[in-house]
């Protein structure tokens, strides 16, 4: 299995940015599908972006615009850049990754927290 470690979670304002990152081990990351989802306290875990091995990228309506899902294969890391974060953005995120793009068998990463408050 791919093992994940994010960082870059933190303390905005409303309106600010942040860049979350994940590094993956393994050869195998550059042929998975990786995606962030989030948590907040009280709420269903919800994807907020995906992007296939080939790099295409899909969105929750919820982010769409604002964020930006990437990829670096020399890196094996994945990257999340988070623009005009809203107090409804705060949540734990997660890294996540697997050959069959499933959350049950996916790899997880610890999480970062994000935080958006005045």
């Known amino acids: 299995q791919v093992q994940l470690v994010e960082s870059g979670g933190g303390l905005v304002q409303p309106g600010g940015s942040l860049r979350l990152s994940c590094v993956a081990s393994?050869?195998?990351?550059?042929?998975?599908?990786m995606a962030w989802y989030r948590e907040a306290p009280g709420k269903q875990r919800e994807r907020v972006a995906l992007i296939t091995s080939t790099a295409m990228t899909h969105y929750a309506d919820s982010v769409k615009g604002r964020f930006t899902i990437s990829r670096d294969y020399a890196k094996n890391s994945v990257y999340l850049q988070m623009n005009n974060l809203e107090p409804e953005d705060t949540a734990v995120y997660y890294c996540?990754?697997?050959?069959?793009?499933?959350?049950?068998?996916?790899?997880w990463g610890q999480g970062t927290q994000v935080t958006v408050s005045p």
């Open positions: 996540s990754g697997g050959p069959y793009n499933n959350p049950d068998s996916n790899s």
């Open positions: 393994g050869s195998q990351f550059r042929y998975y599908p």
